[in-house]
């Protein structure tokens, strides 16, 4: 089975400092691979997607197919990005399950 | 109200009791989907509806039972629940199932079963 795994349950860095949050998975084939975060008391909204390669919020992911993973990062934290985010991982052509990781929170400390 | 709503938003039931969770969506999308999220595992899909159609149980109990009357509604009915399914109960919906469409969610049920 498909799985996602995000090893960092927690993550604390201090505003300003670059942040990973790792995610690995595990299918051969070419993935589709998201990020979604939720903020304090909000909903769980999506933030990127691998195929857009897009930066939001200055956060980019980059899929390194060898290693299997799709790593976040931000060069320079903010405080407001203190939240939990979720990797997640969807087979290619079959849209309609999402599979989660179990989530990493990230605190940016002021 | 835009988006995914979803009610209640907090549900305490005992385990003899039948409650429903209710979605609606007002995006005009096709698919709808209901997850759990549990405090110590990852977010669960629970079951997927395509136009109306459940396309998708993920070996689910049958205490759980899914209605979707329609593509902008969806009910999950709680019946004789178990104290370990107390958790946040999501509602999402996309565009549709095909294709790179995003999710988005609803802000959740927390139900506690007593």
């Known amino acids: 089975a498909q799985r996602v795994t995000q090893p960092e349950k927690l993550l604390s860095v201090f505003k300003g400092a670059p942040v990973e949050l790792k995610c690995n998975y595990s299918y051969s084939g070419s993935p589709e691979l998201f990020w979604y975060v939720q903020y304090s008391r909000q909903r769980l909204q999506l933030l990127l997607r691998?195929?857009s390669r897009e930066s939001i919020k200055g956060f980019t992911a980059d899929l390194n197919k060898g290693e299997t993973s799709f790593h976040l990062k931000k060069p320079f934290a903010q405080e407001e990005d203190s939240a939990m985010y979720y990797c997640?991982?969807?087979?290619?052509?079959?849209?309609?399950?999402?599979?989660f990781g179990s989530g990493t929170q990230l605190t940016v400390l002021p | 109200e835009t988006g995914v709503t979803q009610t209640p938003r907090h549900l305490v039931m005992g385990m003899t009791n039948k409650k429903s969770l209710k979605c609606e969506q007002h995006?005009?999308?096709?698919?709808m989907y209901w997850y759990k999220q549990s405090a110590k595992k990852p977010l669960e899909l629970m079951f997927v509806y395509n136009f109306k159609e459940q396309t998708e149980n993920n070996s689910v109990p049958s205490r759980f039972s899914p209605e979707c009357p329609n593509s902008s509604h969806l009910f999950l009915h709680l019946h004789t629940l178990q104290p370990e399914d107390s958790a946040l109960y999501l509602c999402?919906?996309?565009?549709?199932?095909?294709?790179?469409?995003?999710?988005?969610f609803g802000p959740g049920t927390r139900l506690t079963v007593t």
């Open positions: 997640a991982h969807r087979y290619p052509g079959s849209a309609r399950q999402l599979t």
């Open positions: 691998h195929i």
């Open positions: 999402a919906s996309s565009q549709g199932l095909q294709g790179p469409y995003e999710q988005y």
């Open positions: 995006l005009g999308h096709n698919a």
